[in-house]
Nanobody
Framework: QVQLVDSGGGLVQAGGSLRLSCAAS????????MGWFRQAPGKEREFVAV????????YYADSVKGRFTISRDNAKNTVYLQMNSLKPEDTAVYYC??????????????????WGQGTQVTVSS
């Protein structure tokens, strides 16, 4: 029903920037909250940011607030994650995720039904 493709990861130095993209296909994007999660080696997948496509509201993890910005372009069915002032601890595989139509945004992985394949972000010190 919904397919997500992540892209934009890469290797950057601390303090640098990256812009991740998540291209989505489906029928109900405008009403589905979209989130970004990340998973570092040896750690569980953690919440990064979420955006409500119906209202444009956003919410961020404390660890990235002020540095990361989530946005969306409904015409292109694409969600973005602009990452600035990157730190080595931001190194992880980043996944975009789609929740459920008209649902409230969530920080929990269990609230998301569809996931991208993941894109690697590596920040060197």
């Amino acid at each position: 029903q919904v397919q997500l493709v992540d892209s934009g990861g890469g290797l950057v130095q601390a303090g640098g920037s990256l812009r991740l993209s998540c291209a989505a296909s489906g029928r109900t994007f405008s009403s589905i909250p979209m989130g970004w999660f990340r998973q570092a080696p040896g750690k569980e997948r953690e919440f990064v940011a979420v955006i409500s496509w119906s209202g444009g509201s956003t919410y961020y993890a404390d660890s990235v607030k002020g540095r990361f910005t989530i946005s969306r372009d409904n015409a292109k069915n694409t969600v973005y994650l602009q990452m600035n002032s990157l730190k080595p601890e931001d190194t992880a595989v980043y996944y975009c995720a789609a929740s459920r139509p008209y649902s409230a945004y969530s920080v929990y992985t269990t609230a998301y039904d569809y996931w991208g394949q993941g894109t690697q972000v590596t920040v060197s010190s």
